[in-house]
């Protein structure tokens, strides 16, 4: 196998894919919660610091899946990662803080 198709599968893994697939959830969610309540009222400056929030995370879960090998390391930083964006978006949302 060569280096470029060892590249093209890690690329496209099942589990990256669905990582990525996974954080575009929450946008789409507020998308299409958008077109049947009133209560949900994005701009596009909500959409984009969600987007970088999440983009943010999964560059974050990325690059520990590629340095560590340490499946508790990998759960620690990722989990503390997913918080720090959980916080931030809470207190952009409602203002908890």
Do not use: Y
Request: glycine share 6%; net charge positive.
């Amino acid at each position: 196998m060569t280096d470029v198709s060892r590249m093209h599968e890690r690329a496209f893994s099942g589990r990256r894919v669905m990582l990525w697939l996974a954080l575009c959830l929450p946008l789409v969610a507020a998308m299409v919660a958008m077109q049947f309540t009133k209560e949900v009222n994005w701009g596009l400056v909500d959409f984009a610091a969600g987007a970088a929030l999440l983009f943010t995370l999964g560059a974050v879960v990325e690059f520990v899946c590629h340095v560590s090998r340490r499946p508790r390391t990998r759960v620690i930083v990722i989990g503390a990662a997913a918080l720090s964006v959980f916080v931030i978006w809470a207190d952009a949302a409602v203002g908890v803080f």
